[in-house]
């Protein structure tokens, strides 16, 4: 019985001598998996020009998930509204709606989740490339979902067809920009912590009720891996650190074995830096999840946890949810999920 709300971020990750077609099967027998589970959502990420990353189509991923499961809710975690056109992304997310009512999640970005030259290359023009402009493409999006039509342009699906909107954020920028606008946010603590506790803050702050919300909503993004001893989650965290590692370096690669990131030479001031982007996160034992994800609950105040986990086998992947699901929810506590959200 899972008491708190939490959910899934998949990035359908690529494993050393795995096909993107292998990833996007893997992720789907996480979904179904979890749906049983009683997990509440399952976002996937826009990335791209990233060999270690499929999710780079989300709403064609979440059609896909949306039609193997039941109950769950779908979304993305997040669209990057850089990279498209308004319109694009409310008929995309509009037909999504109008196909699966009240499952879907539209989660918003405003980095490109890419490099500049492969959002150029998505966009075709710099116009809405920069942060300025994220407000404006924003407005124009929620625009295109309302009931009656703002403009000339109809989007059909999507007039009247609303999914969750959600803002996702790493900073104080789209934490303050959600709070304004009343939406629910997100937080990638899972990039690293130090900025988790001002941001939520922030949110809490600026926030204003809504048609959407009447009182703040946020969720916090993890990294969890969970296995039967500490040692061994520990072991299987490995892959997604090296991963993050070569990515920072510009040489991302498919994620790693256990046994080759185990053996990788790391230098002093690389070890210093994954462990402190591990603090804050969930590795080990079930006994050990459970604390520090309660850990963070306390901290953070969060209505929701999304738990991501980055590894190389898809049974190790499945079995840390199971885990999760079986061994610690029960002894976490919050907030029961509202919102549609």
Do not use: K
């Not at 997100?186 to 900025?195: I, L, T």
Request: proline content about 7%.
């Amino acid at each position: 019985m899972i008491n708190v709300p939490l959910s899934v971020l998949d990035l359908a990750p690529v494993a050393a001598g795995a096909s993107a077609g292998e990833a996007l099967r893997h992720t789907t027998e996480l979904a179904r998996r979890t749906d049983e589970l009683g997990y509440h959502r399952f976002w996937v990420a826009e990335h791209h020009n990233m060999p270690a990353i499929a999710s780079s189509a989300p709403a064609v991923l979440i059609a896909h998930l949306a039609a193997q499961t039941d109950r769950i809710r779908l979304g993305s975690g997040g669209v990057m509204l850089p990279n498209h056109a308004p319109l694009v992304v409310a008929e995309q997310f509009g037909t999504l709606e109008a196909l699966h009512p009240g499952r879907i999640d539209l989660g918003i970005g405003r980095a490109p989740g890419t490099d500049r030259v492969t959002a150029l290359a998505l966009r075709r023009t710099m116009e809405g490339l920069s942060a300025e402009g994220f407000p404006r493409e924003l407005a124009d999006l929620m625009n295109f979902f309302a009931d009656e039509a703002a403009g000339p342009i109809t989007a059909t699906p999507g007039r009247g067809e609303r999914p969750a909107v959600w803002l996702l954020g790493s900073s104080g920028f789209s934490a303050q920009l959600a709070g304004a606008l009343g939406l629910p946010f997100s937080f990638a603590h899972h990039f690293g912590g130090e900025n988790t506790l001002p941001a939520l803050a922030l949110y809490r702050q600026s926030f204003r009720p809504s048609r959407w919300l009447r009182e703040p909503y946020a969720m916090v993004a993890v990294n969890a891996v969970c296995a039967e001893t500490d040692e061994r989650a520990e072991w299987l965290a490995g892959p997604a650190g090296l991963s993050f590692l070569r990515l920072r370096s510009g040489r991302p690669e498919p994620l790693a074995t256990p046994e080759e990131a185990a053996a990788y030479p790391y230098q002093e001031m690389e070890r210093e830096f994954l462990a402190q982007r591990q603090r804050g996160q969930a590795t080990g034992s079930p006994e050990t999840v459970r604390r520090q994800l309660g850990e963070l609950l306390e901290r953070t105040g969060a209505d929701e946890l999304m738990l991501t986990t980055m590894v190389y086998d898809v049974a190790d992947r499945v079995r840390s949810f199971e885990l999760i699901a079986e061994e610690v929810a029960g002894g976490l506590r919050g907030r029961a999920p509202g919102l549609g959200a």
